[in-house]
């Protein structure tokens, strides 16, 4: 098989992922996408094992440590995110801005819409 | 004619002209049919407006990625790959959203507004990526054989050479076990307040207060019967609130 299958495919998906993560509002669909990138890299790493025929099969004992720790991560994301809707009533990531910079406080709703039709406008031209 | 047959033979084990994207080989094609369901599954994934549609289609990617695992002879973590991400990891996804209040029908707020930003990063990585890739590995084939990845062989490797990274691994997964279940009781410091209410509140019933208060008047002997009797029941009390609580 050559190569550059297995390869391209993770490539593409984890551009998926990182569509998604930058995409999306609610925060258990960003650990969704979170998900999709780490699996585009299992892939790479099963894909790469297969390639050099490694006798220590360091892709694949790696691969089985990427999807323990994918598991750890979801699951104490999801318990952060439960945390915060707790607290806030919302998992929009958009909404959690208690850390953020608190300069002009006012003005993003009115520039915001501005700035979603300059990037339109970009993004058709 | 001879030497020609030889040289024939000894460079047809290579097999340069066979190897071509203009002759993709079964596994090839399998593997390509299988890859373009993962990604296009993937992609409505993140761009549906449904979200438990999201996680479903999610079901669907990471099925097709343990199918493309199996083409590439890793047997074992395909089937880890159905039983953690599939069996698990999409379960705590759903109950991740049924516990957010998700909405069931169509929620129109499901992207940000940054969309087109994202879109513009993601085609850009994914432009980057594809040509880096193509470029690097354009002469580079993978020779599949079976029982790369078989559970004999991936158990040897892991528990001859990787044992000490596997160990780490389990005191990882332990600490975010009991780091996710701290982190979800958040509410527990709550919970003892009125527990310590209700004890100190059923002490004057029977215990060393009122016991204590009324001693002097009634009768002296009246102390040694109250406090075996106030005891037990204060115990009674603390090991009965666990269970109130669980």
Redesign the interface.
């Known amino acids: 098989?050559?190569?550059?299958?297995?390869?391209?495919?993770a490539?593409?998906?984890?551009?998926?992922?990182?569509?998604?993560?930058?995409?999306?509002?609610?925060?258990?669909?960003v650990?969704?996408?979170v998900?999709?990138m780490l699996?585009a890299v299992?892939?790479d790493l099963?894909?790469f094992?297969?390639?050099l025929?490694d006798s220590?099969?360091a892709g694949?004992?790696l691969?089985?440590?990427t999807?323990?720790?994918?598991?750890?991560?979801?699951?104490?994301g999801?318990?952060?995110?439960?945390?915060l809707?707790?607290a806030r009533g919302t998992?929009?990531i958009?909404r959690a801005t208690a850390l953020g910079d608190p300069a002009e406080p006012h003005t993003p709703a009115e520039d915001?819409?501005v700035?979603?039709e300059a990037?339109?406008g970009?993004?058709t031209a | 004619m001879n030497a020609a047959a030889t040289l024939l033979a000894a460079t047809g084990s290579l097999e340069p002209a066979a190897?071509s994207?203009l002759s993709?080989?079964g596994?090839?094609i399998v593997?390509?049919l299988v890859?373009i369901a993962?990604?296009g599954s993937?992609?409505v994934?993140?761009t549906t407006k449904q979200?438990v549609h999201?996680?479903l289609w999610?079901v669907v990617?990471?099925g097709g990625?343990a199918v493309?695992?199996l083409?590439?002879?890793?047997e074992?973590?395909a089937w880890?790959?159905v039983l953690?991400?599939l069996g698990?990891?999409v379960v705590?996804?759903l109950?991740?959203?049924m516990?957010?209040?998700?909405p069931i029908g169509r929620s129109p707020?499901?992207?940000?507004?940054?969309?087109?930003?994202?879109?513009?990063?993601?085609?850009a990585?994914?432009g980057t990526?594809?040509t880096l890739?193509?470029d690097a590995?354009?002469t580079?084939?993978?020779?599949?054989?079976a029982g790369?990845?078989s559970a004999s062989?991936?158990g040897a490797?892991?528990f001859r050479?990787?044992v000490l990274?596997?160990e780490a691994?389990s005191v990882?997964?332990l600490a975010?076990?009991v780091?996710?279940i701290v982190?979800?009781r958040?509410?527990g410091r709550r919970v003892p307040a009125p527990r310590a209410g209700k004890v100190r509140a059923g002490r004057p019933v029977g215990s060393n207060g009122t016991v204590a208060a009324t001693v002097p008047r009634t009768a002296p002997t009246a102390v040694p019967e109250a406090v075996p009797e106030a005891a037990p029941e204060t115990s009674a009390s603390q090991t009965s609130a666990p269970e109130e609580e669980s």
Do not use: C
């Open positions: 098989m050559h190569l550059a299958y297995p390869v391209v495919l490539a593409l998906l984890f551009s998926v992922g990182v569509y998604g993560v930058l995409a999306r509002r609610n925060a258990v669909l650990l969704m996408s998900e999709l699996n299992n892939l099963v894909a094992d297969a390639w025929r220590l099969h694949q004992a691969t089985l440590f999807i323990t720790v994918a598991a750890a991560e979801i699951g104490l999801l318990a952060i995110v439960l945390l809707f707790r998992a929009d958009d915001e819409p700035a979603a990037l339109k970009r993004a | 190897r994207f993709p080989s596994q090839e593997f390509l890859g993962v990604l993937a992609v994934s993140v979200l999201a996680a999610l990617a990471l990625l493309e695992f083409l590439l002879t890793a074992f973590i880890v790959q953690i991400y698990s990891v705590l996804v109950f991740g959203l516990l957010t209040k998700a707020d499901a992207d940000s507004k940054n969309r087109w930003v994202a879109l513009v990063v993601a085609l990585a994914a990526l594809v890739v193509v590995f354009r580079s084939w993978i020779d599949l054989g790369g990845g062989v991936t490797s892991l050479n990787w990274p596997f691994l990882l997964l975010a076990l780091g996710a982190l979800s958040g509410s």
